[in-house]
Structure formats: structure tokens, C-alpha cells
């Protein structure tokens, strides 16, 4: 079970509308930018996230004890969330250092199969099953004693972050801290796992789009 939780936005669907919890509407037109590579917005999301991580559990670099950042797992390219995790530990190595303490280290989720299919299309049961097959597995040497932060763009069903969770603390984790950019939260008790495609293509749409978020400033 994940220990603690942290969201930049935590957002509520109400009708069309994704709403933060200040009442505004969620930007996602960035986000969908920073899953296509917009590593300003990566930066941006990671400082923010290793902040608020810091301002609300600043033993993470006060104790001197080892953390691991693993990001969502890939067999081939480096997803979104690497590189946030990446931004994250940036931050919280900056304060580490300042400690005179241990840096921290990226420890990766590892997955034994890709297909094609659209993770971000599928319901509950369809990820659950993808999941599986994906026969995700992790290294034991890089999570056994320490401090996991688990580095997410999304929590969207929670069944990544409940397989994750399960992986790093049978590797023998002594604590597991989720971090994410946005999570979406039950409206009325339903889980809705659509929104997770909605959000990531609301400006990358096509080949046009894609172009036009490879062509800025930093193209991750």
C-alpha cells in the first residue's frame, strides 16, 4: 500500500469539465503537451513536484536515508514520466547535497512485453489484463531498504500504481511515496478511465500537432 500521495492537480469530472480542486479548469492542453515530449513543461511539472514533496515531508532530505525514484516502466523509449523523474531528483538531490547527504538514484520498473494497443483507451478490466501481460518486473538490488518515490504523470484507476507499489515493496522497499502531475478523482464512486486518452491527446491530435511541440524550445 502506497504510504503517501502527492498530485500537482487533483481533478474532478464534472460533465465535459475537468476541474482542479480550486475550481479551475484543468490545462490540458500542457499536459498533453508534456506527454509528447515538451520538456520545459517536464522541468516545470518536476520542480513543482519535488517542491511540494520537500515542503510537506522534508525528512526526504534532511535523514540522509536512501530514496529511489522509479518511473513508469518502458522497454524501449523513455515515457513522460522518466523524465519528470529525472526533473524530480534534480531538485531533491540539489537538497540532498546542500545536507551533505547521499543523492538519490532512479531505479527503473521493467516491463517483459509491449504491444500496440492503447493503454490510455482501455477500461478497468483491459488494463488489469495488459498489465499482467506486460509481466512488469523490477531489479531487488535497487529497491531493497530504501525509500521509494514512485514518479507518475497520472493516476487515473490506480491499478499501475497498485502493481508498482506491490513490485518495489516485494523487493523489499521500506516505504513507497506516490508522485504524480494529475489525479483524477471518483466522481460519484466511478472510475473513469477515458479521460486518460482525452487528456493526453487535448493538443497533440495528429502529425501537425506533434510537429509543433517537437519544434519548441526544448523537445525532450
Excluded: W
Excluded at 515538451?38 to 513536484?49: C, K, P, S, T
Excluded at 520537500?54 to 523509449?77: M, N
Amino acid at each position: 500500500m502506497v504510504n503517501v500521495r502527492f498530485s500537482l492537480y487533483r481533478v474532478e469530472p464534472i460533465g465535459d469539465r475537468l476541474v482542479t480542486e480550486t475550481g479551475a479548469d484543468f490545462d490540458a492542453a500542457n499536459y498533453s503537451r508534456f506527454k509528447y515530449g515538451d520538456g520545459v513543461l517536464a522541468e516545470q511539472y518536476g520542480r513543482e513536484l519535488a517542491a511540494r514533496l520537500l515542503s510537506a515531508a522534508p525528512q526526504c532530505a534532511a535523514k540522509g536515508e536512501p530514496v529511489v525514484i522509479a518511473s513508469a516502466p518502458y522497454k524501449y523509449l523513455p515515457t513522460a514520466s522518466h523524465e519528470l523523474a529525472l526533473q524530480v531528483g534534480r531538485v531533491i538531490n540539489a537538497a540532498l547535497a546542500a545536507n551533505g547527504q547521499r543523492t538519490v538514484e532512479i531505479g527503473a520498473l521493467r516491463m517483459s512485453r509491449v504491444d500496440s494497443t492503447n493503454y490510455a483507451k482501455l477500461d478497468t478490466v483491459l488494463r488489469s489484463e495488459t498489465l499482467a501481460q506486460a509481466k512488469l518486473y523490477v531489479d531487488p538490488a535497487e529497491f531493497a531498504g530504501r525509500h521509494v518515490l514512485l514518479v507518475d504523470d497520472a493516476r487515473i484507476t490506480g491499478l499501475a500504481e497498485t502493481a508498482a507499489t506491490e513490485l518495489v515493496t516485494a523487493a523489499g522497499a521500506r516505504s513507497v511515496t506516490s508522485l504524480y502531475v494529475v489525479q483524477i478523482v471518483k466522481n460519484r464512486a466511478r472510475i473513469r478511465p477515458d479521460i486518460e486518452d482525452r487528456i493526453n491527446h487535448a493538443f497533440v491530435r495528429d502529425l501537425a500537432t506533434l510537429l509543433e511541440v517537437f519544434r519548441s524550445a526544448r523537445f525532450v
